[in-house]
């Protein structure tokens, strides 16, 4: 059973541009061969009979495709670098922004919007959403990202300026929020928090309505590959987005969700490409009549642990879910491919009471079968370690639930 965002008839005037995306990846030598002739992509059916496009293929696709960067300026990204191998992605100027205000507009021009998301390096988010406050004609303060002793004069000054958005990916928000409710500051005028790069984290609803209680969350799903897919207002779910008009999705049997970018501007060749993200398409609570992508979580989260899966989300779910404790992470450390140890680290939720760590790791071996199965023999290489902070890629300032390491 398959399903796509749009009905046949509203995708068939847009189905030109998976067609020509199509002739652009049968000119790879390389993936020639997966698209043959008499697959073509003239209907919903025939296309979810093309394989769908993984990450590998869509760097194989990249290497000897030219964006179509002749009318102007094209800009060249990078994602990934955290869990898995870098992933080039080109956007032109205006990052397709304009096509996402034309149905998302979470900002105004009375905004007094803080753009928090990191300038990394060849990272997009942070100009992708600067392009959207420009078309929102509002306020700017572009602050990037923020050192750690930094957060308190910054949130003064941003109480100060009355503050009505600010955008980051959920760790950067959470560390955002984290330090003001620690610090007992108020933004008594913030009233929209915008979110990209991650899944929305439950905690910070709790430091919300400490902080800033009249703030409502507006998300937008994507990635550097496909740019936003969907978009969600506060009467959403947090798990739950609309697919923007240019951008098809598709669920199959496996439910994995599957993106063609039926853009013509587009310059990736976005052809049923994975991202790894499972979803359904479902109804949503908000009461729009078209179909909505609900994303169920990552399908790369189960690791293989001395030949055992070890499902990382559900250990850090887990994990946060006992007293005490704000955030968790998993770190590996492998030698030749092998796991040699596995750490939980954790950060305190404050200053009291402490979680019970001890406590914490017994009820993991326990409860959690590959964990006990796993160490069974050698316990001592699975521990469970207080940290003051999590480790987050520099460049994005992302926090994966899963760091690999390799012991040398």
Same mark, same amino acid.
């Given at each position: $059973? &398959?399903?796509?965002?749009?009905?046949?008839?509203? *995708?068939?005037?847009?189905?030109?541009?998976?067609?020509? @995306?199509?002739?652009?990846?049968?000119?790879?030598?390389?993936?020639?061969?997966?698209?043959?002739?008499?697959?073509?992509?003239?209907?919903?059916?025939?296309?979810?009979?093309?394989?769908?496009?993984?990450?590998?293929?869509?760097?194989?696709?990249?290497?000897?495709?030219?964006?179509?960067?002749?009318?102007?300026?094209?800009?060249?990204?990078?994602?990934?670098?955290?869990?898995?191998?870098?992933?080039?992605?080109?956007?032109?100027?205006?990052?397709?922004?304009?096509?996402?205000?034309?149905?998302?507009?979470?900002?105004?021009? &009375?905004?007094?919007?803080?753009?928090?998301?990191?300038?990394?390096? $060849?990272?997009?988010?942070?100009?992708?959403?600067?392009?959207?406050?420009?078309?929102?004609?509002?306020?700017?303060?572009?602050?990037?990202?923020?050192?750690?002793?930094?957060?308190?004069?910054?949130?003064?000054?941003?109480?100060?300026?009355?503050?009505?958005?600010?955008?980051?990916?959920?760790?950067?928000?959470?560390?955002?929020? *984290?330090?003001?409710?620690?610090?007992?500051?108020?933004?008594?005028?913030?009233?929209?928090?915008?979110?990209?790069?991650?899944?929305?984290?439950?905690?910070?609803?709790?430091?919300?309505?400490?902080? %800033?209680?009249?703030?409502?969350?507006?998300? $937008?799903?994507?990635?550097?590959?496909?740019?936003?897919?969907?978009?969600? @207002?506060?009467?959403?779910?947090?798990? &739950?987005?609309?697919?923007?008009?240019?951008?098809?999705?598709? &669920?199959?049997?496996?439910?994995?969700?599957?993106?063609?970018?039926?853009?013509? *501007?587009?310059?990736?060749?976005?052809?049923?490409?994975? @991202?790894?993200?499972?979803?359904?398409?479902? %109804?949503?609570?908000?009461?729009?009549?078209?179909?909505? $992508?609900?994303?169920?979580?990552?399908?790369?989260?189960?690791?293989?642990?001395?030949?055992?899966?070890?499902?990382?989300?559900?250990?850090?779910?887990? *994990?946060?879910?006992?007293?005490?404790?704000?955030?968790?992470?998993?770190?590996?450390?492998?030698?030749?491919?092998?796991?040699?140890?596995?750490?939980?680290?954790?950060?305190?939720?404050?200053?009291?009471?402490?979680?019970?760590?001890?406590?914490?790791?017994?009820?993991?071996?326990?409860?959690?079968?590959?964990?006990?199965?796993?160490?069974?023999?050698?316990?001592?290489?699975?521990?469970?370690?207080?940290?003051?902070?999590?480790?987050?890629?520099?460049?994005?300032?992302?926090?994966?639930?899963?760091?690999?390491?390799?012991?040398?």
């Amino acid at each position: $059973m &398959t399903a796509f965002s749009l009905s046949p008839e509203a *995708a068939a005037p847009r189905l030109h541009v998976a067609r020509r @995306t199509l002739e652009r990846l049968r000119g790879v030598p390389a993936l020639a061969a997966r698209y043959p002739r008499h697959l073509d992509a003239d209907s919903l059916e025939r296309l979810a009979q093309l394989p769908p496009l993984a990450r590998d293929d869509l760097n194989t696709a990249l290497a000897h495709l030219e964006p179509a960067a002749d009318r102007s300026a094209t800009w060249l990204f990078q994602s990934g670098g955290s869990t898995g191998a870098p992933k080039v992605g080109y956007a032109p100027t205006g990052f397709y922004m304009a096509g996402v205000h034309a149905h998302w507009q979470p900002l105004d021009r &009375t905004d007094v919007f803080v753009n928090a998301w990191g300038a990394g390096r $060849m990272w997009g988010a942070h100009f992708l959403a600067a392009a959207l406050a420009d078309l929102s004609g509002c306020r700017i303060i572009a602050l990037g990202s923020v050192a750690k002793d930094e957060y308190g004069a910054w949130l003064e000054f941003l109480a100060a300026r009355r503050v009505t958005a600010i955008g980051g990916t959920p760790s950067v928000l959470r560390l955002w929020f *984290a330090h003001a409710r620690a610090a007992g500051l108020r933004l008594p005028s913030l009233r929209k928090v915008l979110w990209l790069g991650e899944a929305w984290q439950p905690r910070l609803d709790d430091d919300l309505a400490a902080v %800033a209680p009249e703030a409502r969350r507006w998300g $937008m799903f994507g990635s550097t590959e496909t740019w936003v897919v969907g978009t969600n @207002t506060p009467d959403c779910r947090a798990d &739950t987005f609309h697919p923007l008009p240019h951008q098809l999705v598709h &669920t199959g049997d496996h439910g994995l969700l599957d993106f063609t970018a039926l853009d013509p *501007a587009v310059l990736n060749p976005v052809l049923r490409y994975r @991202t790894g993200d499972a979803g359904e398409l479902t %109804a949503c609570p908000c009461g729009r009549p078209e179909p909505a $992508m609900r994303v169920l979580g990552r399908r790369d989260s189960v690791v293989q642990v001395r030949g055992l899966g070890l499902d990382v989300d559900e250990l850090v779910a887990r *994990a946060e879910r006992a007293p005490g404790v704000a955030r968790a992470q998993v770190v590996l450390t492998e030698r030749g491919g092998r796991a040699t140890g596995l750490e939980l680290l954790v950060v305190a939720a404050g200053p009291a009471p402490a979680p019970d760590l001890p406590r914490l790791r017994t009820e993991l071996l326990t409860a959690t079968i590959t964990l006990g199965t796993a160490f069974q023999h050698d316990p001592g290489s699975f521990r469970v370690r207080p940290v003051d902070e999590l480790v987050s890629n520099d460049r994005t300032g992302k926090t994966a639930a899963l760091v690999v390491r390799e012991e040398s």
